[in-house]
């Protein structure tokens, strides 16, 4: 049974930083591309970044400059660098594999103030 943990969340104000953790149970890391994903209320969960096991990055255009994704394998752990955060990026964070997601865990809640 995978599970996924996110935490790192909070409120912040806008131009402020914040830096999410996520942490997996059992293989899920083992050379899965793994993505930061957000939903914002009333919206869909969308990808934010991904990194591949050879730490290969893809960043959404919005995030692009001011979010950094990194990972370490031997603590089957993920993160996310989150710098210059705006309104828009209030959501709650989720992490999961790229391909043949798992179950989602909880996410953690990222609010940023005007």
């Known amino acids: 049974q995978v599970q996924l943990v996110e935490s790192g969340g909070g409120l912040v104000q806008a131009g402020g930083s914040l830096r999410l953790s996520c942490t997996a149970s059992?293989?899920?890391?083992?050379?899965?591309?793994m993505g930061w994903y957000r939903q914002a209320p009333g919206q869909q969960r969308e990808l934010v970044a991904s990194?591949?096991?050879?730490?290969?990055?893809y960043y959404q255009d919005s995030v692009k400059g001011r979010f950094t994704i990194s990972r370490d394998n031997a603590k089957n752990a993920m993160y996310l660098q989150m710098n210059s955060l705006k309104p828009e990026d209030t959501a709650v964070y989720f992490c999961?594999?790229?391909?043949?997601?798992?179950?989602w865990g909880q996410g953690t809640q990222v609010t940023v103030s005007s």
């Open positions: 059992g293989s899920i890391f083992s050379f899965a591309t």
């Open positions: 999961n594999r790229y391909f043949a997601p798992a179950d």
């Open positions: 990194i591949n096991s050879g730490g290969i990055t």
